[in-house]
């Protein structure tokens, strides 16, 4: 397992994944790239082992495995 | 401590003088209402009051136990038996809030709100073994990381 690192620089690292602060923005309800800062409403970032995820602030889970395949083809 | 001559120490009855000194250096070296004495320890029974007030103190009532009452109100209490490595914010008897050094806030009667930076100004990782809360909206301030360790989650409110 690795860890999750956000940051309004460099957005989410996760194992070999990044996902800028943008792409963070557009695929998740409740996080929102402001000024170049990242802000999260209703969210929830868990590192639970083999189900990392996001739950945007609808209460919809997003793998980050998912995540990172449909952002990045990884 | 002060320098007293004693009739064995001198081998004879003390003189005017020597006996002059030793009151000297008695008075010189006492403390007396007004003074502000340094001591290198001090150990206190109960408490500590603050000058003619009754109901205003500082309270060591057992042992590994701190209390500050003002008023005749527990403002802060520290209490390492009943709940390690906590402070308590106190509205009277009974505490009103309590934090922990192991990462746990509880709140007790009176509280409805409680309140939160807005902004991760530092850098921040959940503590092992616990999930971490924020108050929404949240923002991480530039040059700043938020790191959810193994097995950790981090939830925006």
């Known amino acids: 397992m690795a860890e999750i690192h956000l940051s309004s620089d460099f957005g989410l690292q996760w194992n070999n994944v990044t996902i800028t602060p943008q792409e963070l923005a557009d695929n998740i309800l409740g996080i929102d790239f402001i000024n170049g800062l990242l802000v999260f409403d209703g969210v929830k970032v868990v590192n639970a082992l083999d189900r990392e995820y996001i739950t945007d602030s609808r209460g919809d889970r997003h793998m980050l495995t998912d995540l990172a395949e449909r952002i990045l083809g990884k | 401590m002060s320098t007293i001559v004693t009739r064995s120490s001198n081998g004879a009855a003390l003189t005017h003088t020597q006996m002059d000194a030793n009151f000297t250096n008695l008075n010189n070296d006492k403390y007396q209402s007004g003074n502000s004495p340094y001591f290198a320890n001090m150990y206190l029974g109960a408490y500590l009051y603050h000058n003619g007030d009754t109901n205003t103190y500082l309270g060591f009532t057992a042992a590994d136990d701190a209390r500050l009452v003002v008023g005749g109100r527990q403002a802060l209490r520290m209490d390492e038996g009943s709940d390690p490595d906590s402070l308590q914010l106190c509205s009277g008897a009974s505490g009103g809030a309590t934090l922990s050094t192991t990462g746990r806030f ?14 991760i100004n530092t850098n921040y990782t959940v503590t092992n073994g616990l999930n971490a809360m924020s108050i929404g909206p949240t923002t991480i301030s530039s040059g700043v990381t938020v790191t959810v360790g193994d097995g950790e989650a981090w939830t925006v409110v």
């Open chain 2, 106 to 119: 509880s709140q007790h009667g009176g509280i409805t709100v409680v309140e939160q930076w807005q902004s």
